[in-house]
């Protein structure tokens, strides 16, 4: 994905957000919902009804990014409604993007030592 690099902070909009919602209507939400600056540089995540759509909001210095993915099958873990924002690493953000579960992520062995 292009975007914001790590370190970038992170949140994510607990509950359900109208995913026909565009760049002004997700600024808005991060600032009055979130209680966030939409232009402050942090990513801001939504998810809509069904579960299966994801909507990143970003300021790149320069305009608004609108990040949109629709999952083939499954859906995108999320907190619920009663838990408002959260915050999110950069690395959390990175599961998030590829459909895995950012709250209990699954480690595996360390590689293998050659030599």
Not at 14 to 32: F, H, N
Not at 33 to 60: N, T
Request: glycine share 14%.
């Amino acid at each position: 994905m292009i975007g914001p690099g790590t370190g970038v902070r992170v949140y994510l909009a607990c509950g359900v957000t109208d995913m026909r919602k565009g760049i002004a209507g997700l600024s808005a939400l991060a600032q009055d919902g979130l209680r966030q600056d939409p232009a402050s540089g942090a990513v801001f995540a939504f998810r809509g009804r069904s579960g299966d759509r994801l909507k990143l909001l970003y300021w790149d210095g320069q305009g608004f990014c609108l990040y949109y993915k629709v999952l083939e099958r499954g859906s995108f873990p999320w907190p619920s409604a009663r838990d408002g924002a959260t915050r999110l690493t950069s690395a959390q953000l990175a599961m998030l993007w590829e459909g895995m579960d950012w709250r209990r992520p699954t480690w595996g062995a360390p590689p293998a030592r050659v030599g």
